[in-house]
């Protein structure tokens, strides 16, 4: 399989890597966790509030009650690169699916405070031993992720081919510039 992964996607794509290297074929990461910058600082204080069951009521329904605080830079917005472009219907597509009901509510709890803990730094050897091609796309705008994160997986994983730096592309630039991620794919794989 070939996998593409940003943000915890980025994340996931790692351990399922170091876990079963024989199933992957090529890996592309943009924005995510790596090494000891699994979570990344500015997280935790969401932990906190998931830890404290106000993650719900505090971060994520003003958002919902205030489709302009969503857009602004201390919410979702923060991890766009153009957030005034996010629509009402895009912010109501990521967010209510999450607080619609108490068992997703405690997921998203449990799912949060999970991303509390650096799974990465003990998976190293095996990510430096997959030989893989691998292609890092990197959003310089990205406060979460700096760029140094996709060189040490450029230095690490012994396939890479590079890492492509994308100017003014913050977190979740994948989603705004799609054909980005779709020319990087197909280089990688030939196509």
Same mark, same amino acid.
């Given at each position: ?72 830079? #201390?919410?979702? $917005?923060?991890?766009?690169?153009? %957030? &005034?472009? +996010?629509?009402?219907?895009?912010? =109501? ?71 492509? #730096?994308?100017? $003014?592309?913050?977190?979740?630039? %994948? &989603?705004? +510039?799609?054909?980005?991620?779709? =020319? ?8």
């Amino acid at each position: 399989m070939d996998l593409v992964g940003n943000d915890s996607g980025g994340l996931v794509s790692q351990v399922l890597l170091a876990k079963y290297p024989e199933r992957v074929g090529s890996l592309v990461l943009t924005n995510c966790d790596v090494d000891e910058n699994n979570p990344p600082a500015a997280f935790l204080p969401l932990v906190e509030l998931a830890k404290t069951g106000r993650l719900v009521d505090r971060f994520f329904m003003p958002q919902l009650d205030d489709k302009n605080l969503a857009r602004s830079t #201390k919410a979702l $917005g923060s991890v766009y690169s153009h %957030p &005034e472009k +996010l629509t009402d219907e895009t912010i =109501e597509i990521y967010l209510r699916p999450l607080v619609e009901n108490d068992r997703k509510k405690a997921q998203l709890r449990e799912y949060t405070v999970a991303l509390s803990q650096n799974v990465l730094v003990p998976l190293c050897q095996e990510l430096r031993a997959w030989k893989g091609p691998a292609r890092m796309v990197w959003g310089l705008k990205d406060t979460l992720f700096g760029v140094q994160w996709a060189e040490w997986l450029d230095r690490n994983l012994p396939g890479s081919r590079g890492v492509r #730096k994308v100017e $003014g592309a913050n977190l979740f630039f %994948p &989603e705004e +510039l799609p054909e980005v991620i779709a =020319e990087e794919c197909q280089e990688l794989w030939g196509v």
